[in-house]
C-alpha cells in the first residue's frame, strides 16, 4: 500500500479549470472521499491520479513516487467505476482471472489469488456464473474482486455504488467499509453523497467548482466547516443559513428583533468584513418553543414532516428556510407561530461577503 500525495495538481479545458491547484495527502492505508456536487471536478482529479488524462499543472506521486509522466498501468492503481465494466461473456472466474493472466502469472497464482478475492467478497458461489445471472450488488462485489486480485498500491473508486437501489447502496457501503477495513487499503472514492463521505471515510475532501474547500475527518468538517458552502453541503438535512446583521452583542434582523450572542460569539461577529452575518444551524441544536421566550427568535412553520423516529419541520426565520427536528409527539402545525430557541456553543457565523466561518481572534 501507499500513500498518494497531490501537490497544486490543475486540469484546465480551455478556460474552465476542472481542477484548480488541489493539494491534498492521503496517507498510506487512510480511505479518503472525494465528494461535492456535480461537476465539481472529483471524476477529473480522480482520473489525474489514474493517469487517464493529462494533468495542466502540478505533481502527483504514489508511494513516493513522482507519477506525473507515468501510464495508468505503471502506477499501481486498480480502478471501480459505477458501470462495473465486467466482460458479459466471461465467467466471474475468468473476469477475476484476466488481469492476471495478461500479466502473465503462473496458472496456480492466479487460482489462489481469484479463490481469496472471492472468499474475501464472499462470491465463490458465484465463480461459474456470467455477469448477467448476477444482481447489481453480486456485479459490483466482482468489480471489487477485479480490483483486488491486482494487489494494487492504490485503490480508486468512482461512484461506485450509485447504480443501485437505496437499500443496496446501504449494504454495499458497508461491504466497501469492511472491505477497507480487512485490507488497510488506500482508498480515493468519488461520491456526490455526502452521507456516503461522512460514513465510510477516514478523511473528506469536499469540493466546489474544481476547488478543494476543506480537506479532514468527516467530524470536524461537520463540527467546523470553513465556509458556507462546506457547512450547507454536509449534514442531512442541511445547516440552515439565516442572513442577519451584527449590532454590537447581537444579530438583528430586518423582521424587528435581536438574537442576543455569547461574548465569544459577539468576539466572532465583531471580525467580520461587512457587518453582514449568516447564521448557521444545524436542525438538532434548535429548540422550538410554543411561545415567546427570551433569546429566542419568532418564525413561522412552513412543513412538517413526520418520518417516525423524528420528525422535521421547516421554519421560516426572517426569509430564510429553517430545518428542526422535533420529538414525534410534537403538536404542531404550519402556519403556527414558534419561537426558536439556538445554542450559542454549537452556532456557526459566517462572513456574508467572503462565506467562511468567522473566528474569536
Ligand atoms: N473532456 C472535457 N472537456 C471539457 N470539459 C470537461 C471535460 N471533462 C470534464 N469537464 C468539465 O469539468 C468539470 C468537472 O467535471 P467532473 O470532474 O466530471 O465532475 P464531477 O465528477 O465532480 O461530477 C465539469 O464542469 C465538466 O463539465
Ligand atoms: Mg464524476
Redesign the pocket.
Known sequence: MAEVVLQNVMKT?GN?Y?VNDVSLTVNDGEFVALV?P????????LNLIAGLLPMSGGDISIGNRVVNDLDPKDRDIAMVFQNYALYPNKTVYRNLAFPLQMRKLPKEEINRKVQDAAKLLDITHLLERKPRELSGGQQQRVALGRALVRDPAVFLMDEPLSNLDAKLRVQMRSEIKRFHHNLNATVVY?T?DQLEAVTMADKMAV?SG?LLQQYDTPANVFANPVNTFVASFVGSPAMSLIPLEAAGNALRSPEGWELPLSQLNARKAANSSTNKIVLGARHSTLKLHKAAVPGAVPGKIYTVEPTGDVTFAQVFINGAVVNISLDPTARIEPDETVWIEFDQERMHLFDAETTMALKAI
Not at 38 to 45: E, L, V
Request: a positive charge; glycine letters at 24%; proline letters at 0%.
Open positions: 479545458y474552465l476542472a461535492g456535480s461537476g465539481c471536478g472529483k471524476t477529473t482529479t468519488v456526490h469540493m474544481g
